[in-house]
């Protein structure tokens, strides 16, 4: 199944069909003011030529139509408003990103009502639920929540998402991992995990200055979430960098830069997919990621090529030592960078490499 490399969150009150277009637009005046040239972003040319491309075609693969923290707090009468239009523009959309959803509020006490009568609204206005449509659930504490999540989406038939934004969500009060308990509760229907790094560096008790994504109170969630999901098919994003790509920010080459190293960092703890919060981020999004795949690509195609040629036998090519683990994390580089659309099918075969890669 294929995963997207980011998901973009929007306020409900702000979508419209033509969302996709829009952010595209706005991601390449970006990419030709602020970084004009591969030097730009230290990526290569083939690099640059790939993330304008990937801007033109498809500029956001996964939106989540946020009624939650992108939202704010409005009037019943203003969030039944938006339910209701943000649901009739999916059923109108045009070029909609291939994955697409809803965040509703958390359902705490307060909040629980709005919650489920936003996601009644708008699954009952929109009719058929789109392939692909989910439904993200935040600030998750226990499996309690999710369970009564299940039972609300059971009628209408979409997936879930589960927001890890609480120290609850990572280690309960008996001292268990508490991930497992979640995806158990959602019976199946869980299709990922989104990190919510600043939600879960305040709960820490981290002051707001040192509230980072690359926080080692984040990472050490992070391997949790790895841990917890190995083997169960479900997928694991990273969250946002909240310094935005925008003149107001005062450096808007910085910002690029930031979010590049910040969605590279992230590829290598072993998390594919990421938040992105403003159009601005997009082509740093993508240059960071093709760039991950595209320049390891020929020296590992050259070693998974000769670990195949040696069968399951251990290789050593280049001063690297192979084994069956090291093959199979060699098969996974290349099923992720084919996904993600940093090189194609026929790259890969030209390499003298001919697997059935895709997911």
């Known amino acids: 199944m294929r995963q997207p490399i980011h998901t973009v969150y929007g306020g409900a009150h702000l979508f419209k069909p033509d969302i996709a277009s829009r952010f595209g637009a706005i991601a390449l005046e970006t990419l030709r003011m602020y970084a004009p040239d591969p030097a ?4 290569s040319e083939a690099v640059y030529e790939r993330v304008v491309r990937k801007l033109e075609r498809e500029p956001i693969e996964d939106y989540r139509i946020d009624f939650e923290d992108g939202y704010g707090i409005r009037s019943d009468s203003e ?20 994955f697409l959803g809803i965040r ?4 705490t006490v307060a909040s629980r009502p709005r919650a489920i009568r936003t996601l009644k ?36 038939g979409p997936k879930l998402e589960l927001m890890i934004e609480t120290p609850q969500a990572i280690i309960d009060s008996s001292g268990q991992f508490t991930i497992p308990k979640l995806l158990d509760a959602a019976e199946g229907r869980c299709r990922g995990l989104h990190f919510g790094p600043y939600d879960y560096t305040a709960s820490c008790g981290i002051v707001a200055e040192h509230q980072s994504i690359s926080h080692p109170a984040c990472d050490f969630a992070r391997h ?18 909240n310094i935005l790509p925008i003149a107001k920010s005062g ?11 910040n969605v590279q960092r992230a590829l290598k703890h072993g ?10 981020q997009l082509p740093a999004r993508y240059a960071a ?71």
């Open 40 to 43: 730009s972003l230290g990526i």
């Open 79 to 98: 969030e039944d408003e938006h339910a209701i239009s943000a649901a009739k523009a999916v059923r109108g959309r045009l070029n909609a990103p291939p």
């Open 104 to 107: 509703i509020k958390p359902l």
């Open 121 to 156: 609204l708008f699954l009952e206005t929109l009719g058929d639920i789109p392939p692909d449509f989910v439904v993200t659930l935040p600030k998750v504490t226990e499996s309690a929540q999710v369970g009564e999540l299940v039972r609300l989406l059971e009628p209408y």
């Open 224 to 241: 949790v979430m790895l841990v917890s999901t190995a083997g169960r098919d479900v997928m694991l994003s990273d969250g946002p960098t």
């Open 251 to 261: 450096n808007v080459q910085h910002a690029l830069r930031l979010h590049f190293e």
């Open 271 to 280: 998390f594919y997919q990421g938040w992105d919060l403003h159009p601005a």
């Open 289 to 359: 990621v093709y760039d991950f795949f595209l320049r390891s690509f020929e020296s590992a195609a050259a070693r998974l090529r000769n670990f195949i040629e040696q069968s399951e036998r251990a290789t050593l090519v280049g001063g690297v030592f192979d084994d069956a683990a090291t093959g199979e994390g060699l098969i996974n580089f290349f099923r992720r960078g084919l996904n993600c659309g940093a090189f194609s099918e026929d790259e890969i075969t030209q390499r003298g490499i001919n697997l059935s890669l895709r997911e």
